[in-house]
């Protein structure tokens, strides 16, 4: 039971160009998400997170949207950079207010190609 | 800084040894998990130790795994009579302010 899914294995954008990755999960009980890049040969990397209560974030050229009723989230990579491309992971988990994330469940990841 | 070190980082061992696989956390991080990616597959949680309190081990695919974690700092995953589909990446990872920090990973290859 595949409790968080990325649909899309692969994405190709020019660069400069907005990138969407998108995710679902069917577990309501998910209350915080966040997106990792991994890098061949390297451990992933923390990029965005938010919270339920919230439906933007944003750091910079990253934004994550959640829309709860669908039980989707997204990532908005603009403009997006060749140096971009890599593996994003979205992970979803039942925080409650606790400082630490706790488990994580990942999706497949989608891996992602931006063209000079 | 020191982020979260791995070793060994490659381990090829044969059918039927045990492992043993350690993570390192950053200074001060009070939890701490361990997760797999086989090939083409998102990361899978194994266990995870936050502080004091009893492991949650929920992940574990089977009794041949397990992990301690000594002095609320370093962590050791073993796994016992290796089987090929235990080959995978295996990704520890420390976590202090709602963000996990992860390790460079261990590939295992069962042959």
């Known amino acids: 039971d595949q409790q968080v899914k990325q649909n899309s294995p692969s994405l190709s954008v020019q660069e400069g160009r907005i990138s969407i990755l998108n995710c679902d999960y069917t577990?309501?009980?998910?209350?915080?998400f966040l997106w990792y890049k991994k890098y061949p040969a390297e451990g992933p990397t923390f990029l965005i997170s938010?919270?339920?209560?919230?439906d933007k974030n944003e750091d910079g050229r990253f934004t994550v949207f959640l829309n709860k009723s669908a039980k989707h989230l997204s990532l908005h990579i603009v403009p997006s950079q060749p140096g971009d491309s890599a593996v994003y992971f979205c992970?979803?988990?039942?925080?409650?207010?606790?400082?630490?994330?706790?488990?994580?469940?990942f999706g497949q990841g989608t891996t992602l190609q931006v063209k000079p | 800084g020191a982020g979260v070190s791995q070793s060994p980082s490659n381990k090829v061992t044969e059918k039927g040894k045990d492992v043993e696989l350690r993570c390192d956390p950053i200074s001060g991080h009070t939890a701490l998990y361990w997760y797999r990616q086989s090939l083409g597959q998102g990361l899978e949680f194994l266990i995870y130790?936050?502080?004091?309190?009893?492991?949650?081990k929920s992940g574990l695919p089977s009794d041949r795994f397990s992990a301690e974690r000594t002095g609320g700092s370093v962590s050791t995953l073993t796994i016992q009579r290796t089987q090929q589909e235990d080959s995978a990446v295996y990704l520890c990872?420390?976590?202090?302010?709602?963000?996990?920090?992860f390790g460079p990973g261990t590939r295992l290859t069962v042959t």
């Open positions: 938010i919270s339920s209560i919230k």
């Open positions: 130790f936050q502080g004091n309190s009893a492991p949650d």
């Open positions: 577990n309501s009980m998910f209350d915080y």
């Open positions: 992970a979803a988990t039942r925080k409650e207010g606790s400082s630490n994330t706790g488990k994580l469940i």
């Open positions: 990872a420390s976590d202090l302010i709602g963000e996990q920090y």
